[in-house]
């Protein structure tokens, strides 16, 4: 139906769906990297599969939600906006994913991955985790004033900047503490920390685009 | 001549304004993100509906002109007409059935030693030129009025907005369109017999539908090639120039939806920030409305002094 009342509302439920399974794949990486500073290695598999499958099936919703969004006209003046959109929020779970593998998929000496995860690495995860669970919000609140979106979106600018001075001090602790890693494992971590940095910054990127609609839509 | 030579010239002018103008329509509608084939649909909805429910207003028009018209006279300003249109839709450049029709007329009138009501024709000419500027003037307060209307609305809800007045207003173009420019094609083409004129009220706007469905390149042009769009600017120039030709169809004075739309969609741009048109295609248009309507006179005027 060209004026159904229903069109705003199913626009919105298709970009938190999808959002939604991307938090869950961000949440396990959350729960993977604390298994791992506690040594638990069986439960971090368990949300490392957790993780791929959550990511797997937000793939599925986007490949389905961009086919809708292409057929619609609702928003059709912003329509390449939110596929570009989802499209970086859907990136946040592949950061995850790839960030989640950076560390399974060679094993790190129990001895150093105790020392690197420290308070500053899990701050850092979980500051990560929660820039992207505050872009949720934000398309939450797409049915909210403008006012109140803005606020939302400034929330994950802020969120993303304490992630970035985290990333920073995470950084200067591996590197102070080179010497005693082997550099394959420097190279491996620095990877973790650089694509845990992505789950932020396209969640922040993702919000940016939201700042972009509301520039179309208003003016 | 014979009148029934009329019918196939008028349905084919009919056919190539369809082509021609469709685009300010179609064009505004896909500039704001619909679908090609609603914007085809309801233009051509539009044109039926205008020319069939108020297409008959446009008679005082031809009466206002001259003091009457012979068959030569209206063949030759629909022949100009259809040419004219068939070249610029090829080249996919908007322009004024309402201009062409009109300088060919008054040019074929003049040849045929028909008086000419001048001071109808300065009144015209002079809403031909006004109108833009009153567009303009209108659009940017339509503009400014609905921005803040719309400010305390939730993102959600500015695009339910958009959904649905943008088609609506879209219908309501093309409905003024077939009201007057339609009309006016209308009046210009009856002659003879009475049954005739019935058909053509129906033939002249299901022509224009079947132009519409190949509007392509003028839709382009409007929709990506003059200004700088956003749904909100489309709304106020559509809602205004629409306005305005439907208020002018009211008192039979045949306006150019093209130079009013354009005329409002330059002021709301001058007046938004940053301002994005481009300089050379407005020129183009500007050029051409002008170039038109001198060149319509004058090729009727001396074609029709050739046949005399």
């Not at chain 1, 969004?69 to 989802?86: A, N, P, T, V």
């Not at chain 1, 919000?137 to 403008?146: D, E, G, I, P």
């Not at chain 1, 420097?186 to 910054?201: C, H, M, S």
């Not at chain 2, 006016?184 to 129906?202: A, D, K, M, P, R």
């Amino acid at each position: 139906m060209l004026f159904s009342k229903d069109k705003g509302r199913n626009m919105q439920d298709l970009l938190v769906e999808h959002a939604k399974l991307v938090m869950e794949s961000v949440d396990n990486f959350q729960n993977m990297v604390g298994a791992l500073r506690v040594l638990d290695l069986e439960k971090a598999r368990k949300f490392e599969c957790a993780i791929d499958k959550f990511e797997t099936d937000a793939d599925n919703v986007h490949r389905e939600n961009v086919t809708q969004i292409c057929k619609g006209s609702f928003f059709g003046y912003m329509r390449e906006d939110i596929l570009g959109m989802m499209e970086m929020v859907d990136s946040i779970a592949d950061s995850a994913k790839e960030a989640a593998r950076a560390l399974m998929w060679r094993k790190v000496p129990e001895q150093i991955l105790v020392k690197f995860l420290s308070d500053t690495a899990m701050n850092y995860v979980k500051q990560s985790a929660r820039t992207a669970r505050s872009l949720l919000a934000v398309l939450q609140s797409l049915n909210m004033k403008r006012d109140a979106v803005i606020e939302k979106v400034r929330v994950v600018e802020l969120l993303e900047e304490e992630a970035d001075v985290l990333k920073n001090k995470l950084f200067q602790e591996l590197y102070s503490k080179a010497d005693e890693y082997d550099t394959l494992t420097v190279l491996q971590l620095k990877e973790f920390i650089d694509l845990t940095d992505n789950i932020a910054d396209n969640a922040e990127d993702a919000s940016d685009v939201v700042l972009i609609m509301l520039a179309k839509g208003y003016s | 001549m014979s009148s029934i030579l009329l019918i196939p010239v008028a349905i084919y002018t009919s056919f190539v304004f369809g082509i021609n103008n469709s685009g300010l329509s179609t064009g505004s509608l896909l500039a704001s993100g619909f679908s090609y084939k609603k914007g085809i649909a309801l233009t051509g909805m539009g044109f039926v509906v205008g020319t069939i429910l108020e297409g008959w207003k446009m008679g005082g028009t031809i009466d206002g002109l001259t003091a009457g018209a012979t068959v030569s006279i209206l063949v030759l300003t629909l022949l100009i007409a259809g040419i004219i249109f068939s070249i610029f839709s090829f080249i996919g450049l908007p322009i004024s059935l309402v201009n062409v029709l009109v300088g060919s007329y008054i040019g074929a009138s003049i040849a045929s030693g028909i008086s000419v009501n001048y001071s109808y024709v300065n009144l015209l000419v002079l809403s031909w030129i006004a109108l833009p500027f009153v567009a303009a003037i209108a659009t940017i307060g339509t503009y400014k009025l609905t921005v803040r209307l719309l400010s305390n609305v939730s993102p959600v809800g500015i695009g339910r907005f958009h959904l649905i007045t943008v088609p609506m207003i879209v219908f309501y173009t093309a409905y003024t369109l077939g009201a007057n420019n339609i009309g006016l094609l209308y009046h210009l083409s009856l002659s003879g017999e009475e049954i005739l004129h019935f058909l053509l009220l129906g033939s002249l706007p299901i022509a224009s539908f079947f132009g519409v469905m190949k509007s392509g390149k003028t839709s382009i042009f409007v929709s990506e090639g003059v200004v700088g769009h956003s749904p909100l600017t489309i709304f106020a120039s559509l809602l205004i120039g629409s306005i305005l030709v439907w208020s002018f169809t009211q008192i039979a004075i045949p306006v150019s939806l093209s130079q009013v739309l354009i005329g409002g969609l330059i002021g709301v741009n001058l007046y938004r920030k940053p301002r994005a048109y481009n300089r050379k295609a407005l020129l183009k248009l500007i050029v051409s409305w002008v170039g038109v309507t001198v060149l319509s006179f004058l090729v009727a005027l001396i074609l029709q002094r050739l046949l005399l």
